[in-house]
């Protein structure tokens, strides 16, 4: 499978922009993200009155000589940021449309990046069944992104996943410490709205992009077709069906659709996680400075 929604010029572009994580967040030492809490920057934040048991050196003698009272230079705390990217490579994402599932990696690599040029650590979890595998483990560094983007193109999406068991089996999704991002077009009976629960419990910060082929969302198709379960073709399987496309239930399936949309953007509101929906056939460039800026993710 080649990745040819993203170029050299696409991650040269990007370089200007960089995820837009909350504040409140933890993370580890050395990263980019400035934090509420004081650290050891170089640059000025605020003083304080010195308390028993603070640092003598960072008292400001200019102040003392001024108020006759001990206060403290405090200085700001940037951290380094986590991004978990987990894809989902069931059948449903690729198998038959292989532009579906080039551009769910071509999405996941661009967000990928925004988070190694801003010095951040980043994980490629890839979801089959109800697991998940980490096959390239944590990435740090555009030479081991770039790598990674190239093995990223023989990733297999076959079979069914359960993003419910997946994710909640994941024992390495951190604390408070970043951002996970879940790339899937949700066209699945599992409990997505258990993980994302999960994530917040882990008060991670959340973004779940919906991606979909142009067909998913307007379907073409009339007369009598042969419907097959991209992830259960077997002939025994009930979800496979010949059956006659009519104009009642192209709108009936419109209707579902705006709704299955509109309960994944409704749940994230009420757990403060971000959601967008992106058509295979829409520029990645587009949808990243798009709807990732319109959406507070991106900055």
């Not at 929604?5 to 400035?34: Q, V, W």
């Not at 080039?102 to 990928?112: C, K, M, N, V």
């Not at 258990?194 to 991670?204: E, G, I, S």
């Not at 069906?241 to 749940?267: P, V």
Request: aromatic residues 12%.
């Amino acid at each position: 499978m080649k990745v040819s929604f993203i170029n050299d010029g696409f991650f040269s572009r990007l370089e200007t922009s960089a995820l837009n994580l909350r504040s409140s967040l933890a993370g580890f030492f050395g990263g980019k993200h400035l934090v509420k809490t004081y650290g050891q920057t170089v640059e000025f934040a605020d003083y304080r009155e010195y308390m028993l048991g603070d640092d003598i050196r960072r008292i400001d003698w200019n102040l003392y000589s001024r108020f006759e009272k001990y206060f403290l230079k405090l200085f700001t705390d940037e951290r380094q940021m986590h991004t978990q990217i987990f894809l989902d490579c069931s059948g449903s994402m690729g198998k038959t449309n292989v532009s579906k599932a080039e551009y769910a990696i071509g999405f996941a690599a661009a967000l990928g990046f925004l988070s190694i040029h801003n010095m951040d650590k980043l994980s490629f979890k890839l979801m089959k069944g109800d697991t998940v595998d980490d096959p390239f483990g944590t990435i740090v560094g555009k030479t081991n992104f770039f790598r990674v983007v190239g093995e990223l193109q023989n990733v297999e999406f076959d079979d069914e996943t359960d993003l419910e068991k997946a994710i909640v089996s994941c024992n390495d999704v951190g604390n408070n410490d970043g951002l996970t991002i879940i790339i899937s077009d949700f066209f699945n009976d599992s409990n997505w709205k258990r993980a994302v629960d999960y994530l917040v419990y882990k008060k991670r910060q959340v973004l779940l992009v919906q991606v979909m082929s142009r067909d998913e969302v307007d379907p073409t198709y009339d007369g009598r077709v042969h419907l097959i379960d991209a992830e259960a073709p077997d002939i025994t399987n009930d979800k496979n069906m010949k059956i006659r496309i009519t104009r009642a239930m192209q709108s009936a399936y419109a209707e579902a659709l705006n709704d299955l949309i509109e309960d994944i953007r409704s749940f994230c509101v009420s757990r403060d996680a971000s959601f967008i929906t992106s058509v295979s056939d829409s520029p990645i460039e587009q949808e990243i400075f798009g709807k990732l800026l319109k959406a507070g993710i991106m900055e």
